[in-house]
């Protein structure tokens, strides 16, 4: 099967009218965790979480291609994605700054592999490192889910560059 369509026409747009018309669209606060072979562990806030497959289980997320994170998460063979609640925009903020270690003030618990679940999360999904694909300045990570685990909550939500919840439409 043929993945790549000829390129597009150059955009008519520029990368903060880009970024913009992103925003309006509301995603889910996630947090990918991992355990590094010395035994710490590394974490870092993103919006980019989508489901892929029912069966096979599997699930993506993106990170860009120059974040210093890189190669723990395509080295690693497991991760965690853990799905913040609407009350820890803390939490995301913290996993989202470059240095320091957010793990030292964080409650977890470890998954069968090690890998770090935060407390508190509406849902987590332990994941094999299934594969990664480049595009543009990100790369996609596919993750098969070995485990998950939900705690029914309101969701901590992203959406015109500021945290927020959701409000039920009756």
């Known amino acids: ?53 029912l069966d096979p289980p599997l699930v993506l997320w993106s990170l860009s291609g120059n974040a210093n994170s890189m190669p723990i998460f395509t080295g690693n063979s497991h991760y965690v994605i853990n799905v913040l609640a609407a009350g820890q925009a803390e939490l995301a903020e913290r996993f989202a700054r470059r240095g320091g270690d957010p793990f030292a003030v964080t409650e977890y618990e470890l998954s069968r592999t090690g890998q770090p679940i935060l407390a508190g999360a509406v849902a987590w999904f332990e994941c094999h490192n299934r594969s990664r694909y480049p595009e543009g300045d990100h790369v996609i990570f596919v993750g098969e889910v070995e485990e998950c685990a939900i705690h029914p909550q309101a969701p901590l939500i992203f959406h015109g560059g500021r945290f927020g919840s959701i409000v039920p439409v009756e």
């Not at 008519?12 to 562990?41: C, E, P």
Request: aromatic letters at 10%.
């Open 1 to 53: 099967m043929n993945t790549r369509s000829p390129r597009a026409a150059a955009p008519a747009f520029d990368v903060t009218q880009f970024r913009q018309a992103l925003s309006q669209f509301a995603t889910g606060v996630t947090v990918i965790t991992t355990r590094l072979a010395d035994g710490t562990f590394r974490g870092l806030t993103a919006s980019s979480f989508n489901s892929v497959s």
